[in-house]
């Protein structure tokens, strides 16, 4: 059996630890790991706090800031470009925005080393991509969950990396996305604030957390409801926490419909009439997409804003909703 990417979490950054360079506080804390391995995880791009790689290895770290290390398999497999359509909404020399499709890996990992955004960005780009990421992620500033569709923007050169990298850290960025969930909120719009952090009872998922995590804040919006039983929501990100919209918006009972990691069981209680109860419960993955991403291009200084509409799947999703009778 090959082994899989091990996954760690660092303890949270105590005050007396505020200002230690990161190398340095990741030895300290992950006796495993000697700071020469540590630097090469960092120069790699296998460290990042909620999903935004950090490539500095004497990045100061802050009191409260946990870091996922990512520890890769002894043998690490070199992605290779293939020959994959994307679907490109803006690229210059610098960088460019790609609208990612539902189902499609950003990078590869354990069980899904070709088919990836990865392995598209190689052939596309012909080796003008940022290598902070390291050989398995080149230009990926961000991510988005396969299951999610829309945008993301992506780093042609090291500046630029480091440019939009500033920005995510800073939360900057503008992010608005369209989910379709269980339930209409009330209220029809609303702030939801609470920390998150991986979930104690499984680390697969993250949790609103009482102690610990890091501050997280979704501004929701209700756009549509469907006779009290679904709705979809516009929800703009003021953090960009991982799992960020999945886990604030379980929390009131608004999930995702088709979310398979955080839904809980509506298909025995559904009020739909059976047509749409099948389809709402056959539906393939969470109804979310990034739908807006804006940030200043790194070297022109200028505000970009890109629009990608509701892909297929949940425009006959919201489709079969309004028919109901």
Sequence with gaps: MENETQIIQSPEVDQQDQGTRLDKYLSLCLPNQSRSQIQRLIKDGHISIDDIILSDA????????????????????????????????????????????????????????????VNALLFHCQGELSGIGGVKRPGIVHRIDKETSGLLVVAKNDAAHRGLSVQFAEHSIERRYYAVVYGVPQPLSGRIEGNIGRSPYDRKKMAMVSRGGKTAVTNYETLEGYHNAAAT???????GRTHQIRVHLSSKGWNLIGDKVYVKNHKSSLPFPPEAKEYVNSFGRQALHAATL????????????????????????????RNWK
């Excluded at 679907?87 to 899904?112: C, F, Q, R, W």
């Excluded at 929501?233 to 953090?239: A, G, M, Q, R, V």
């Excluded at 890109?306 to 949940?314: A, G, Q, T």
């Design 58 to 117: 004497a990045y100061k770290v802050k009191a409260g800031e946990s870091y996922t290390v990512d520890i890769p398999e002894a043998k690490e497999a070199t992605p290779t470009a293939e020959n994959i359509p994307l679907d490109i909404i803006y690229e210059d020399k610098s960088l460019l925005v790609v609208n990612k499709p539902a189902g499609m890996t950003v990078h590869p990992a354990a069980g899904a080393w070709s088919g990836t955004l």
């Design 294 to 321: 804006g940030f200043i291009h790194p070297e022109s200084g200028k505000w970009l804003e890109f629009h990608s509409e509701l892909p297929e799947d949940m425009r006959k999703l919201q489709q079969v909703l």
């Design 233 to 239: 929501l516009c929800c703009k990100l003021e953090t």
